[in-house]
């Protein structure tokens, strides 16, 4: 009789990688590519920031990934009158024991969705710099972890929008990826129509992940291999951010790590326990384009991301592939 050949952790982390990308493409139609990059995301242990117009479908895609893992999940719906106590928590008297009792905020969850982010003040928006940072919560001289696995994702709408706050530079450093969602296919918006829903709790999804599966995947991750000639092709991309004239600063070392990890993440969502230059072309736009910025910048934002886009996919193109 044939012996059952064990599967590598590569194997096993693809085949939960597969049910959970899957799982999310239930509800979300035509978008494999950007639920792809977010999972992606997710498995770095970064923070994604989903930055396009209303209505197509960023919400959807950060609440079907929260439905599909057994986790703790919360939505802040940001607007301009919220506080960061409302986001992180705040210290509240208790009678009963005579001292103050840290009461949670809904930053204290596995995913975090911050819903139109940019619709907030600037105050409200840095009380997210240190727990997207350490996975930590400062108050009062106290220090609180939020849990692992942590993500924040974010969706905004284009700052050219009436009542939205840019997110500064230094936040905007702080997410691992941005994605851009675009309309659906004609086939894809053809069967959104026919199965319509209006309501988040419309989504009925099963979860096929634990929060500690998350965790393994994570580590998983750490191990990918970076032969140096690939690590090499990842610096030479950074440092030529930081050699055009057209933009206004390169990009941090910070963002060469990003670069790093999140072509490792995709080497494994390919099933494979090494990196190969494909695997950084394919990140390199969502993870450096909203860390860049013009030093003439356009009126439209929309257009200027454009321009950016270009002017880095010139700038890949005349960087020599490992072999």
Do not use: W
Not at 11 to 26: M, P, V
Not at 45 to 63: F, I, M, N, Q, R
Not at 162 to 167: A, Q
Request: glycine residues 6%; aromatic residues 6%.
């Amino acid at each position: 009789m044939k012996e059952a050949t064990q599967e590598t952790p590569v194997e096993e982390a693809s085949l939960a990688l597969r049910k959970l990308k899957t799982n999310i493409g239930l509800y979300l139609k035509g978008k494999e590519d950007v639920i792809d990059q977010e999972i992606t995301c997710f498995i770095a242990s970064g923070h994604l920031l989903l930055e396009d117009l209303p209505g197509v479908g960023k919400t959807t895609l950060a609440y079907c990934l929260a439905k599909s893992i057994d986790c703790g999940f919360s939505r802040i719906q940001f607007t301009s009158d919220l506080l960061p106590s409302d986001v992180i928590g705040v210290s509240i008297y208790d009678e009963s024991v005579r001292e103050f009792v840290f009461k949670h905020g809904p930053v204290f969850a596995n995913i975090v969705l911050a819903d139109e982010i940019n619709r907030t003040t600037p105050k409200t928006q840095s009380s997210l710099l240190e727990v997207m940072d350490r996975g930590k919560v400062s108050v009062d001289g106290q220090t609180y972890a939020v849990g692992e696995p942590f993500m924040v994702v974010a969706t905004q709408n284009p700052v050219d929008f009436e009542g939205t706050f840019p997110l500064p530079e230094s936040q905007m450093d702080r997410f691992l990826m941005r994605l851009h969602m675009g309309y659906p296919d004609y086939n894809s918006e053809i069967d959104i129509l026919r199965n319509s829903y209006f309501r988040y709790e419309s989504i009925q999804l099963e979860p096929v992940l634990t929060a500690d599966e998350i965790v393994r995947l994570q580590e998983c991750v750490k191990g990918i291999y970076l032969e140096e000639s690939v690590v090499a092709f990842i610096l030479n991309i950074v440092t030529a951010t930081r050699g055009e004239s057209q933009l206004k600063a390169g990009v941090s070392t910070r963002a060469a790590l990003g670069l790093k990890v999140a072509s490792q993440a995709t080497a494994l969502m390919r099933g494979r326990d090494f990196v190969l230059p494909e695997d950084v072309l394919s990140v390199v736009e969502p993870v450096l384009i909203h860390r860049l910025s013009l030093k003439k910048p356009v009126a439209d934002a929309m257009e200027e991301r454009l321009m950016i886009s270009d002017l880095l996919s010139r700038m890949v193109d005349n960087i020599p592939r490992p072999t």
